[in-house]
């Protein structure tokens, strides 16, 4: 696997979480919004994750979100992830997203650099729900 260029880093907070029964299964749904310099431009994600738990402790995840600009939707994309705890207080992540821009959204600045681009991110987050992610592209 060959990584790309750091695209950027996320800082934000999980803000919420609730069990759900999916096709006789027990998930976790858990929901957050961060914020992120996209080429010098302040985005916005909010974002829904739906997490199985092994009896190892380990949490398998996929889920989707959207990126905005000016309360516009600039993006969406997918996310898969693998979900460990580190210790007490910190859990770390490490996945997969697509994102695909929106087609009413018109800036070729922020199109041009994220349609269709395929990324890796590592993400860390406390106990209270914040995290910090960096986002690399796929190549």
Excluded: H
Excluded at 28 to 40: A, F, Q, R, S
Excluded at 90 to 113: H, L, Q
Excluded at 114 to 119: F, I, K, M, R, S
């Amino acid at each position: 696997m060959a990584l790309g260029e750091l695209l950027y880093e996320e800082r934000g907070k999980q803000i919420s979480a609730r069990t759900i029964m999916e096709d006789k299964e027990l998930l976790t749904e858990v929901t957050g919004t961060g914020n992120m310099k996209l080429k010098d431009i302040d985005v916005t994600t909010n974002w829904t994750l739906q997490v199985t738990f092994g009896n190892n402790g380990i949490g398998y995840g996929q889920g989707n979100g959207s990126m905005y600009l000016d309360n516009k939707e600039v993006a969406s994309y997918t996310m898969s992830s693998i979900t460990k705890p580190n210790s007490p207080d910190i859990a770390s992540s490490r996945g997969i997203s697509r994102i695909r821009c929106s087609s009413s959204y018109d800036n070729p600045k922020i199109s041009s650099f994220l349609d269709g681009t395929a990324v890796v991110y590592e993400l860390e987050q406390d106990n209270d729900g914040n995290y910090t992610a960096k986002f690399w592209e796929w190549r």
